[in-house]
């Protein structure tokens, strides 16, 4: 069985500063991992995702996630941060089945001050 | 191009009462997801569609819960009797085909409390 591992349930940033939320996976076979945001009552938007390519991964709003199979890892960066980027974040594997399914996270809250 | 579409947006019951949440896909996807997200938890599969066939629905309480998608385009959510543990966003996404490295596109959900 697949499972997400987010650490914290809140992080808080200052505008410009660098941006971390931690993800660990565990997958009995090489996953697909995926990063979402969630703006408050909407639905999840897909930042970007893994599918066993360039382990360096980049994603819309500046944002990227690196790979690293050794650490069973798949962190989100992004170099400056926003006031717009105050959402959920949600990681979520999955695995190369024909039928595989999306296992989230609890998810983090992001706040960024000014 | 046209986003998933859910309705209601939101809905407020008594215990024991029914509900039913109504999905659109994104055309031409033909996968379609329900999923349930408690409060500070991340969102939980209900249920899988490939086209009008289920494909999983292991984690959907059979005795309360329900769901079709007749023609393998709309599909409706439904809970009878509703109890209090069921308040939780529901969120439908869809997919071009069944596959882990697709991207699913969700809805904007239905929030259901229940009194």
């Known amino acids: 069985a697949q499972s997400v591992t987010q650490l914290g349930s809140h992080v808080s940033v200052s505008e410009g500063a660098l941006v971390l939320l931690r993800c660990n996976y565990s997958?009995?076979?090489?996953?697909?991992l995926f990063w979402y945001v969630q703006y408050p009552n909407q639905g999840l938007q897909l930042l970007l995702k893994?599918?066993?390519?360039?382990?360096l991964v980049k994603g819309i709003n500046g944002f990227e996630a690196e790979f690293k199979k050794s650490e069973t890892s798949f962190h989100l960066t992004k170099p400056s941060a926003h006031m717009s980027d105050a959402a959920e974040y949600f990681c979520a594997v999955s695995d190369a089945g024909a039928n595989s399914k999306l296992t989230f996270g609890k998810g983090i809250t992001l706040s960024v001050r000014p | 191009e046209a986003g998933v579409a859910q309705s209601p947006r939101y809905k407020i019951i008594e215990k024991r009462q029914s509900v039913a949440f109504w999905c659109n896909p994104i055309?031409?996807?033909?996968?379609l997801y329900w999923y349930q997200q408690i409060l500070g938890q991340g969102p939980k599969l209900l249920i899988q569609?490939?086209?009008?066939?289920?494909?999983?629905d292991s984690q959907l309480p059979k005795d309360r819960f329900s769901a079709e998608r007749l023609k393998g385009v709309d599909s409706t959510l439904k809970i009878q009797p509703a109890k209090l543990e069921d308040s939780a966003v529901y969120l439908c996404?869809?997919?071009?085909?069944?596959?882990?490295?697709?991207?699913?596109?969700f809805g904007p959900g239905t929030r259901l409390t229940v009194l």
């Open positions: 997958s009995s076979v090489p996953p697909y």
């Open positions: 893994y599918t066993s390519a360039a382990t």
């Open positions: 996404a869809s997919s071009p085909r069944l596959a882990g490295y697709n991207e699913q596109f």
């Open positions: 569609f490939q086209n009008n066939g289920v494909v999983d």
């Open positions: 055309s031409g996807h033909a996968t």
